[in-house]
């Protein structure tokens, strides 16, 4: 009787450290699993920048990017030409600064043109590397029935570590009220 007693023991023991070893990694994986899904993808997490006011109907617009070492100068974003029109070939252009800093080079350049005020779906433009070092692409956005239309405009640079995303807001085609 005495070893069943033992066997009963070491079965439940055995049971509570399954369960304790279930509930910590759902806890765990529930907490981390962006990281988690990150190791398994491969993908590095990304990093949202809030560029300075600006207006893309109007100019080139600056993207600071700061590092704890150093700064670098701004790169600057542009679409043109400017005022921006719909249904017209535009040039998306990226252009870094005179240095980068290792960690600031880029694998990749996209931009994902959305509208900000009604779902037009999403619009991709891969941005090449030039000889120049500036990262260009072409594309161009619908009409919409409404008339001018707010769009988003959000650049993703793919880093070593992170990827790197800035979001500029414009309207197409602009009215004729100053924003």
């Known amino acids: 009787m005495k070893i069943s007693a033992i066997w009963k023991t070491e079965r439940r023991l055995w049971q509570m450290g399954a369960l304790i070893l279930l509930v910590l990694s759902l806890t765990l994986t529930h907490f981390y699993k962006d990281r988690l899904l990150n190791l398994v993808i491969d993908e590095p997490l990304a990093t949202q920048i809030s560029p300075p006011p600006c207006n893309l109907n109007r100019t080139a617009c600056a993207l600071p990017i700061m590092t704890p070492v150093a700064s670098e100068a701004p790169w600057t ?102 924003h």
């Open 77 to 178: 974003f542009s679409i043109t030409p400017r005022p921006i029109p719909v249904s017209a070939p535009l040039v998306f252009t990226l252009t870094p600064p005179e240095r980068v800093l290792m960690p600031h080079t880029p694998s990749a350049v996209w931009v994902d043109l959305t509208g900000d005020s009604m779902d037009m779906g999403l619009i991709r433009i891969a941005l090449q590397q030039q000889a120049d070092g500036q990262w260009q692409g072409t594309g161009s956005i619908p009409v919409c029935v409404s008339g001018a239309m707010r769009w988003r405009a959000r650049l993703q640079m793919a880093l070593t570590q992170t990827t790197l995303q800035a979001d500029w807001i414009f309207t197409a085609p602009e009215s004729d009220a100053r």
